[in-house]
């Protein structure tokens, strides 16, 4: 956007801002921090600007180490987006994650409309322990679709139409990221965070043809997402079909675990196979 700061005009305080993004992904994520290094940059930057900022409002409200009550919780949540609005609108904030992130968001027109749904899905965190359809769908997109959203601004660099043709398969790859969290992380959730993220689903008896309805549609839209990926740039295609498949993996885990395990156990991809994983989605960005 014109009149804006772009990377190449950084100062040395926006590129402390943004390192800091890049220890929080590095400490808090593994897989989508493996799958990030395969960005091109700027992508690189700007996706762990949006990840740091969205990771931080996370523990915000799940961090349960920290004495906060929930009244507390919200104050904090609160201010953290009164801070997003500011930083978008006038490009600084004393808060590094949050100046990150805005610099990112001006240049790429990620505004209100994809940041306030994020945290009504966070703030809804404080208030609502069981979900029902309507509600899963609603916290779905605000806690993950708009984040792919978020992402695809930063990849198409305000290709409008590109983005428009790609934003329903960005929604349907973070759904279903968030839905194999959801799933893997059942019981933890509930025990730890009294949360019950998916419908319909009895945390205290899972039943195999459960855990695979959940499975059903998550795999039905990782098939939609995978559709899309030759459309997207280089620069971020291999990262976003690493992505895909570590998760594919997870479901395929999952779908081949017993549901009474999947509540006693966190299924993961061993480094091993997430290096295989990675390795095919290098060779494939180039096809």
Request: net charge neutral; charged share 25%; proline share 3%.
């Amino acid at each position: 956007m014109a009149g804006r700061k772009t990377q190449a005009q950084a100062s040395l305080y926006d590129d402390v801002a943004r390192s800091s993004s890049a220890v929080i992904i590095d400490r808090y994520s593994t897989s989508f921090g493996w799958a990030t290094r395969l960005l091109s940059e700027p992508e690189r930057t700007h996706v762990r600007c949006i990840y740091a900022l969205v990771r931080v409002a996370d523990e915000l409200v799940d961090d349960d180490r920290q004495p906060w009550d929930p009244s507390t919780r919200a104050t904090m949540l609160d201010g953290l987006q009164a801070d997003v609005h500011r930083a978008v609108e006038t490009g600084c904030s004393a808060n590094l994650v949050v100046h990150a992130f805005a610099l990112t968001a001006r240049e790429f027109g990620i505004g209100r409309d994809l940041i306030d749904p994020f945290f009504d899905s966070m703030r809804a965190d404080l208030s609502v322990a069981e979900h029902t359809t309507e509600s899963h769908a609603r916290y779905l997109y605000g806690s993950a679709e708009v984040v792919g959203l978020m992402c695809l601004r930063v990849f198409v660099a305000g290709d409008d139409a590109r983005y428009d043709s790609l934003a329903p398969a960005a929604r349907r790859l973070g759904a279903a990221f968030q839905n194999v969290n959801f799933l893997r992380d059942l019981a933890q959730d509930k025990n730890d965070l009294g949360r019950t993220y998916l419908a319909g689903v009895d945390v205290e008896h899972l039943t195999e043809s459960e855990k695979n309805r959940v499975l059903d549609d998550i795999d039905a839209d990782l098939a939609a997402a995978a559709r899309a990926i030759p459309a997207l740039p280089r620069s971020s295609r291999r990262a976003v079909a690493a992505a895909h498949g570590l998760f594919e993996e997870l479901s395929r885990r999952l779908r081949s675990t017993p549901a009474r395990e999947v509540l006693t156990t966190r299924v993961r991809v061993p480094n091993p196979v997430k290096a295989k994983i990675i390795a095919r989605s290098m060779m494939g960005a180039h096809q």
